[in-house]
Each structure stands twice: as C-alpha cells, then as structure tokens.
Nanobody, 129 residues
Framework: QVQFVESGGGLVQPGGSLRLSCEAS????????IGWFRQAPGKEREGVSC????????YYAKSVKGRFTISRDNAKNTAHLQMDNLKPEDTGVYYC??????????????????????WGQGTQVTVSS
C-alpha cells in the first residue's frame, strides 16, 4: 500500500514562509489527487488545499486562499504546499493525503476528508514570534 511522507515543517515567525513537500513511497504520486490537511491543537482536522489528478485544478480553503499555493511535479514524485504570509492560526500538524479512487477528493468548492484513504504521518508547522 502506498505511503506518503511529508517534510518541510518547522518554526517560523508571523509573515514568514514555509514550503511543505509530499512524496509517495512507491513513486506513484502522479496517479493520485493530492490533498493537504491540517490539525491545530484541540481542533478537528480541516482540508487546506488539493489538486486533482484529472483536471489539475486546485482548491483552497477560504482561510488560506491567496497565501498558499499547491503544486505537483509528477515526474519527480513530489507535491508541494508553498505557504506565504503565515499567521499564528496556521499552526498545526500538516498532512498529505490521497484518495484511492481516481477523481475523488478535490472539487471546486470542497475537499471531503472522508474520500481520502492514504495519509502521511504529518509535519509540524509552528507560527510564532
């Protein structure tokens, strides 16, 4: 079963930037829609952004639109989440995930967590001065 591995988290000051990366364990990332989720302390996990494997169109949650950019490089088996102008409320564990079913998981106005089957272990992002 494919596994996803995140990297790139860390501690950054408000207004700073981080770039998260996600790789598939078996070099098959290009076959999957990729979603990024995050979970803040004491809160439920929420969808942040996704990019469809079929259309290539991205979706962004309202809270990150204009600050985060999702991208994928299928040839390099890598997806990225560029996070700019970070705020303290962006703090949390960030997860890369993928649905097993092609075409699921990333729509014009939603990123339904229930459609995601494969999850990484997460990477911590802390935004603090």
């Amino acid at each position: 079963q494919v596994q996803f591995v995140e990297s790139g988290g860390g501690l950054v000051q408000p207004g700073g930037s981080l770039r998260l990366s996600c790789e598939a364990s078996d070099n098959t990332l290009g076959y999957y829609t990729i979603g990024w989720f995050r979970q803040a302390p004491g809160k439920e996990r929420e969808g942040v952004s996704c990019v469809s494997v079929l259309s290539g169109n991205p979706y962004y949650a309202k809270s990150v639109k204009g600050r985060f950019t999702i991208s994928r490089d299928n040839a390099k088996n890598t997806a990225h989440l560029q996070m700019d102008n970070l705020k303290p409320e962006d703090t949390g564990v960030y997860y890369c995930a993928a649905p097993q079913v092609m075409g699921y998981g990333c729509y014009d106005s939603s990123i339904p967590e229930g459609e995601y089957d494969h999850w990484g272990q997460g990477t911590q992002v802390t935004v603090s001065s």
